[in-house]
């Protein structure tokens, strides 16, 4: 009696020209409807391989023997999985698999890698331009030059462990994202929202007071622990930040979870910041307030996270009701919509206008280089313009030993005449 053929296993017969041997086995394709699929060659082993190869292929797998004709879906978990996965920071590695999954692999997955040229890649970068955002618009050139990142460090790995001979990436265009202009609380505004903070003086106005005075990042404010700030020394340590990063268990409800990353943005933004007076107390406010919710909570609240700014029950505060929350606290105060990173700018300015010194500003805030702060801050301080006008002012006073004029009038027309 024939050996009976397990669930989804094919069947070998030979073909109607005799000369080489089927292996059929059925499928089901993305639409549920059950497909045929036939793999003919001259053996039966080669048969078995060619059917592995394909199935590798259609979960996205890559073959043990790589080569060019793998598909770029292949490639990319491979790639995924062996050179960045325990290579790079978990943010990079959480930002990487949501570019791969929603927009490389739907797009171009299918391609075989070698099919992968600069017009293609073009093309594919410009279609993303019109693609959703989810928000009822499209995807921002900044997003689009993130994708573009992503695919250009997938395809010099690529070249160099020798599945392509050139990188199609490097003379594919990308759409140019302009700089946008930095948004900023004007001087009144920045100060009417820290009086009406103070006068509500929950946990989470103190935190957008915290923003506006030490001008942390998000993720930065949100993951400070009480074992980062020494009331002693008067000091507070960023060195951490809070990231939503995909949830390991399979059996939770939520898709992502909180945790606390012991990295910020770059090693620069590692920094230890003196602590105001007035920082101190807003601190000491919220620690008050931190017991009081911990007396009401008991067991419940989260004492093992140790968090500076938190939900009442001493849990991460979630990113989306604490944006809602400011716009709240803004339209309160009668002040336009600001998004939260503002907040930091509104900061560096307000050191600007006091004439701080650029260097400092630059490692309060934390940026990697200098030119980073000057790019960033110096087209919202036109007053520094007018200082630069006033020097050239001073230096051609002393060429001339002139205490009225810059320039003899004879050397230059009038003012009358400028127009002609």
């Known amino acids: 009696m024939a050996k009976r053929r397990r669930n989804g296993e094919g069947c070998f017969q030979k073909s109607t020209c005799g000369r080489y041997i089927e292996y059929r086995v059925t499928y089901y394709d993305e639409l549920g409807k059950r497909k045929l699929k036939t793999f003919s060659r001259k ?58 999954d929603k927009h490389i692999i739907p797009d171009l997955g299918h391609r075989p890698i070698k099919s992968l040229h600069p017009h293609r890649l073009t093309s594919f970068y410009n279609a ?57 609380l004007s001087s009144e505004d920045y100060d009417k929202l820290i009086k009406h903070c103070i006068e509500q003086a929950t946990q989470w106005d103190m935190l957008i007071i915290f923003f506006l005075c030490v001008g942390a990042r998000l993720g930065e404010a949100l993951g400070l622990q009480w074992s980062k700030v020494n009331f002693e020394k008067q000091t507070i340590r960023i060195a951490q930040q809070m990231q939503s990063v995909p949830n390991k268990d399979k059996s939770s409800k939520y898709k992502y979870t909180k945790k606390i990353i012991d990295s910020t943005k770059t090693k620069s933004s590692n920094r230890t910041l003196p602590m105001s007076n007035d920082i101190e107390r807003i601190l ?21 996270l140790d968090l500076v700014f938190a939900r ?23 002040i336009e919509h ?41 087209h919202v301080l036109p007053q520094h313009l007018e200082e630069l006008a006033e020097l050239q002012n001073d230096r051609f006073k002393k060429i001339f030993n002139s205490n009225e004029k810059n320039i003899p009038d004879e050397i230059l027309p009038n003012k009358d005449d400028w127009g002609a």
């Open 128 to 184: 993303c331009l019109k693609k959703s955002n989810g928000k009822g618009g499209t995807l921002d050139p900044k997003t689009v030059k993130n994708i573009r990142a992503v695919m250009n460090r997938m395809l010099k790995c690529a070249c160099r462990i020798g599945i392509l001979k050139d990188n199609p990436n490097a003379l594919a265009l990308y759409p140019k994202c302009t700089k946008k202009e930095t948004e900023i």
């Open 284 to 304: 000491r406010h919220v620690r008050k307030l931190q017991a009081i919710n911990k007396i009401a909570q008991g067991a419940k609240y989260h004492r093992d």
């Open 43 to 100: 053996t039966k082993e080669e048969c078995l391989q060619a059917y592995k190869e394909w199935k590798a292929m259609q979960e996205g797998k890559c073959p043990d023997e790589i080569s060019e004709n793998i598909t770029v879906v292949q490639w990319a978990n491979a790639w995924f999985e062996n050179y960045v996965v325990n290579h790079v920071k978990e943010t990079t590695v959480n930002d990487d698999r949501s570019i791969l």
């Open 312 to 334: 009442e029950d001493g849990y991460f505060i979630c990113d989306t009701t604490f944006r809602a929350f400011v716009n709240k606290r803004l339209a309160e105060a009668g």
């Open 338 to 378: 600001h998004k939260i990173h503002s907040f930091r700018h509104s900061c560096a300015t307000s050191f600007f206008e006091q004439k701080a010194d650029v260097k400092k500003v630059s490692k309060w805030l934390g940026h990697s280089c200098i030119g980073i702060t000057l790019d960033t801050y110096t």
